[in-house]
């Protein structure tokens, strides 16, 4: 099984393995993977070495932040730069045991939705702007189409990032907002939220809506509460916003089934 950069099972190059932490026994440690299915024996594993896995994850994102730090000074030295769109993001995060979840493609909490969109384009996209309006990947295609071809916008679907950062009205439609599935995975353990079934989230505004396969309903103020550890459906004011997260979250699955998306 070779390892991916930033992708479990982490095993960062020197000087990344231990920028974070010692490495210690983590070289024994790989022996709690499963070598088919690629997945770690959490069961196993003491808090100290789930701490390394931490450790090793995020010594494997600095090795792979200095790499894309020489790319871009490469293409700056060689001129390239001034005509070159850089779009950085991923596909998912990691969990370490929020949720008593870990890896991904479990469930739809927010370590594993929250992933980097990076932007960077000279004269076009202005440099050191951070957005913290939650956005949807599903508008990423839309969004290059847009700066490096404006007149082909007209035959993407999905809505273009731009006016996050050129101070534009943005559009508020349902194809817009931040929609998350998950497919029903039979395989994985029961104590995985997807092994209820198909899972569904919707980020409006502050609040995160989760449905899983088994009807069960969670709700966030992710605002207030990024690492979601105060569950308001237990709250009677929290009660109150399901029906009408019910209803935005039904309007959005349809509209991006009916332009054939699919939503991350």
Known sequence: MEPLDAHEPCVPAPPFDTLFGSKGGRERQFRYWDRQGGRLDTQVLTPGEIQGELDAYEGAVAYVDQEIGRLYDQLDASGAL???LLVITADHGEQFGEHRQF???NSLYLPLLHVPLIVSHRGRVPAGRRVRTPVSLRDVAATVVGIASPEDREHMSGVSLSPHWIGAAVPNAPSSAVLSQLSFSPKLPATSPVSKGDMQSLIADSYHYIRSGDGQ???YDWRQDLAEVKDLARTVAGARMFPPM????AA???????DGRHPQ
């Open 246 to 249: 019910r209803e935005a979250l």
């Open 252 to 258: 959005v699955a349809g509209t991006s089934a009916r």
């Open 103 to 105: 890896g991904h493609g």
């Open 217 to 219: 309903e969670e709700l």
């Open 82 to 84: 001034e005509n070159t």
